[in-house]
Every structure is written in structure tokens, then in C-alpha cells.
């Protein structure tokens, strides 16, 4: 009986482990490809781009920038991505610390929303990217209607 629950608990861990990374790898076939960002105030743009493949710090998949430290300075460290519902894409460094947090917004894109100071939009660049629109970022509403 022991060595029962021992199996189980092991296969659980595992299908939930798989369950994760297909999840993971879901969001990053969405949202994969070329970016850009862009300051609200002065209108400075860079481009990043958001990988598929895992990053080589294990913190999320592989992330890029090009001509962002003028931008925000922090944003040169960071090395990998992730996409979750709760938290938005948040953009890591090597050591796993978060170093710029976007969400959804109704600009058609991403706006910052850690830190707070900023005014950063982060938007698809359309011939390149795969997320050509944001909606299958957005959690899919379950309406549930009760008959008695």
C-alpha cells in the first residue's frame, strides 16, 4: 500500500510538472517574436525580442534587447520571460530577479505596471511576431448557468 502512494504522488508531481511546461510553452508560442517598446512621455522606442526556447538561467524562455538602456537602463540585464494570468509578463534577470512587469492594457498591448514609475508600452511588431493580437492572452471566461 505504501509503495502505492508513493508511485502516485511521484506520477502526480510529474503530470503536473508536464501540465506547467505545455502551459509554459503555450504562452511562448503566442507571444514569441520581435517587440517594441515604447515611453508614453518621450516616445523613445527599442526592440525586444521574446524567445521559445528556455533561457540559460532556467528563470523563463529567452529575451533579448536591443537599444533599451536609454530607455530604462534595469531592462539590459534582463535575460528571459514569463506569462502568467495573476502577474502579467514579467522580464527576469539571471538571478531571477523581476526587473520590469507588464500587463494588459486597452492600447492594443502591454503597459507597465512594476515599477510603478514608468510609462512603458509594450507592443507586437506585426510582421515578425506571433501574437498578432492579444486576445489569446486574456483568460478565457467560464460562464456557468444553473437550471433548477
Known sequence: MHGIL??????????????????????ASVMSGQWSISDVLSSQTCSVQLGTEPAASGYGNSFETQNCQGLYAPISKATAWQWSYEEG?????????????????????????????LFLIMQPVRHDSKASGLSELIEKAVVVTAQR
Open 89 to 117: 509578463l514579467s522580464l527576469f534577470d539571471a538571478k531571477g530577479k523581476v526587473v520590469l512587469q507588464f500587463d494588459l492594457d486597452e492600447l492594443d498591448g502591454l503597459t507597465s505596471v512594476g515599477p510603478s514609475s
Open 6 to 27: 508513493k508511485k502516485t504522488i511521484v506520477l502526480s508531481g510529474a503530470v503536473l510538472a508536464l501540465a506547467g511546461a505545455s502551459m509554459h510553452s503555450a504562452s
